[in-house]
């Protein structure tokens, strides 16, 4: 396939052009240093006009049904008009490094809905089950004219502070059945969602949700309020029904609305973004870092003697370290 200029990509981007959207994607996901500077171009041709999206993070415990909850409420969204960018993530295999990618077939009606765009990426081994360029895709994708960005964790103990960290609206998943849950559910996770929806609450589960949301309620008030001020809902749904659906995204709106008046969206985002640098830092520190010739040569001679109990890890990684200076 020929290779796009930065021009190509940029006005594909930007007009909407979902085929050399997904691309770009790719392109940015690459690990090959050939395509890493082309994908620096594109993005900071592309930053101007990104910004102005919803920007949602979507977590949950098992069996939850996530891809579910999303099909159902990205139908909602896309019903008055909003343009929809759903980012999934594939947790990578850790032995063959594969994945399944298989977030289209499980949202089968929203996958072909012309105001949907769902990307699925393998999580590359990265920490927290998040896609290695999950930020930079949400820009790709605003600059594409999407007004909201769904990202889906995988929920792998990590990838919801992550998630977090780069979204406006964190919301959490729960079943019902709270009584049991509240006692293994961190508390921390609580504290990060903006609101939290007792999902599949339809036939006989009714009544099990609704009590499940009065007593997620009453945990979330034992809570310090948060220094925003905002109060996160708890309330019931169903993708079966669609019941829900409207009263949560009406829960996005208020949200959204409150904090850019109060300027506390712009503070969090350039929280985010310092966030971001800095991760970036730590990881190009480290790829450089193997990538010397000198640690590659000694690495798999430490390896084996901290398999084999006769050096410390601590030892293992000292000897490293001497082998190369930060500022060379």
């Not at 940029?10 to 500077?37: F, H, K, N, V």
């Not at 010739?293 to 398999?307: C, F, G, N, S």
């Amino acid at each position: 396939m020929k290779r796009l200029s930065v021009n190509q990509y940029e006005q594909g981007i930007r007009s909407g052009d979902r085929l050399i959207l997904s691309r770009a994607i790719t392109l940015i996901e690459s690990q090959l240093e050939s395509d890493q500077g082309l994908a620096a171009q594109v993005l900071e041709r592309v930053l101007p006009h990104t910004g102005q999206s919803i920007r949602l993070g979507i977590t949950g415990v098992p069996g939850v049904g996530k891809s579910t909850f999303i099909e159902a409420w990205g139908q909602h969204i896309t019903s008055f008009g909003r343009r929809l960018a759903v980012l999934t993530v594939d947790p990578s295999s850790q032995r063959s490094g594969g994945s399944i990618l298989g977030d289209k077939t499980r949202m089968a009606t929203l996958s072909v809905n012309p105001l949907a765009y769902i990307r699925p990426s393998p999580s590359g081994g990265s920490l927290g089950g998040v896609a290695h360029k999950t930020r930079e895709t949400m820009l790709l994708c605003e600059a594409a004219g999407f007004d909201v960005i769904v990202v889906e964790t995988v929920g792998v103990g990590q990838s919801e502070t992550l998630v977090h960290g780069m979204v406006d609206f964190f919301l959490l998943l729960m079943l019902a059945g709270a009584g049991d849950e509240l006692q293994g559910l961190k508390r921390g996770i609580m504290e990060l969602a903006d609101a939290i929806a007792i999902t599949k609450a339809d036939g006989d589960n009714g009544l099990a949700a609704e009590r499940a949301r009065v007593d997620y309620q009453n945990a979330l008030h034992l809570f310090p309020p948060a220094p925003t001020g905002w109060v996160p809902p708890v309330v019931t749904c169903s993708a079966l029904t669609q019941q829900g659906m409207a009263v949560l995204w009406q829960h996005v709106e208020q949200h959204q609305k409150r904090f850019i008046r109060t300027g506390y969206r712009d503070q969090i985002r350039q929280v985010q973004n310092l966030d971001w640098m800095h991760r970036a830092v730590r990881q190009q520190l480290e790829t450089r870092f193997y990538s010397q010739p000198r640690v590659k040569k000694e690495l798999a001679r430490l390896e084996e003697a901290v398999r084999q109990g006769t050096m410390l890890p601590l030892e293992a990684a000292n000897t490293l370290l001497a082998m190369t200076r930060l500022d060379g």
